[in-house]
């Protein structure tokens, strides 16, 4: 089969919905260029990552990169592919250059040539996520060890929001806690939790795909006692109370459950929330502080912003 690959130069505040979009749409597999991955290991304590190649990159932007099969319906899923990413701007949303420009790939190519790109790489002070595919051995006798099969539809655990959040959690996760992750994606934020310490993890996503891909991933890592993966559109009719509360999305869909979160946390629980570019971090602040949040503290990492909030006692 052929496939056409649609490469869309835009923002990073755009990623995560323009994603959203292209995968609801039928791609079979999203690849994020962004530039500032080619200098990450001079800014950061998690060493290299990538084998990088910079002519593939942008000077400015990052390029999304999608895979689509080629065939009669190919022309109408691209139109209305453009239609949603030019209604973003009415969102608040910069969608940047938003130049879409495609090329014709075969199935060999696209469906294995992203995993060279993806290797072992340390998240936080204690945890490394390694591709399942890749042999490898912790360095030292703490270390937590993900192994993560994200499939083509999902980030590798390496994106600046997912890294923030398992920072986080790292620092605030005590023992025998009990998490909710709200749009669980391939799971990591749930296995995280588990291996920092949490008892039980509630990971909730509404599309299915992302519940079966954390369901593969809690067994690979041999969770499957300590994770409940379910289909659920954020937190709605959810009655289990948490200690924590984590949340790798967009902003404009934190806002809209901060309410729920503070019902499903226990008096001084946390609301841990990632996926904020710094735009819209004083959006989110000010819903967290008008349902009686505390902001404790926040972590950045370049333009992304990771929020701790404490539903005050």
């Known amino acids: 089969m052929k496939w056409s690959e649609m490469c869309i130069h835009t923002t990073n505040e755009a990623v995560e919905p323009i994603s959203n979009i292209l995968h609801n749409n039928g791609a079979n597999g999203i690849v994020i260029e962004d530039p500032l991955d080619l200098v990450k290991e001079r800014d950061t304590f998690f060493g290299e990552v990538y084998e990088l190649n910079p002519a593939e990159y942008p000077e400015d932007g990052i390029f999304i990169k999608a895979y689509l099969p080629i065939d009669e319906f190919l022309n109408k899923i691209i139109g209305v592919i453009k239609d949603s990413i030019n209604e973003l701007p009415s969102y608040n949303i910069d969608i940047g250059q938003n130049n879409i420009t495609f090329s014709e790939v075969s199935e060999i190519d696209w469906a294995t040539a992203w995993k060279r790109y993806y290797k072992p790489v340390k998240i936080s002070e204690k945890v490394t996520i390694a591709p399942t595919w890749e042999k490898y051995e912790p360095k030292s006798e703490d270390e937590l060890i993900i192994e993560l099969d994200p499939g083509m539809a999902f980030g590798t655990g390496t994106h ?104 499903n946390l226990k008096q001084g629980g946390l609301f841990v929330t990632s996926g904020i570019i710094q735009t819209k971090e004083q959006d989110v602040q000010l819903e967290m502080e008008k349902h009686g949040f505390s902001i404790l503290e926040t972590f950045h990492m370049g333009e992304w912003v990771c929020m701790i909030a404490r539903k005050n006692e």
Request: aromatic share 4%.
């Open 160 to 263: 600046p929001t997912t890294m923030l959040s398992i920072q986080a959690l790292e620092q605030y996760i005590n023992k025998k806690d009990t998490i909710i992750d709200v749009g669980c994606g391939s799971g990591v934020l749930s296995i995280a939790s588990v291996l920092l310490g949490a008892s039980k993890v509630y990971a909730y996503d509404l599309d299915d795909v992302a519940v079966k891909s954390t369901q593969i991933n809690m067994k690979i890592n041999k969770l499957e006692d300590k994770i409940i993966a379910k289909q659920n559109d954020l937190l709605h009719n959810v009655t289990v109370q948490a200690d924590i509360i984590v949340s790798n999305i967009l902003a404009e869909i934190i806002v809209r459950f901060v309410e729920d979160a503070w019902n």
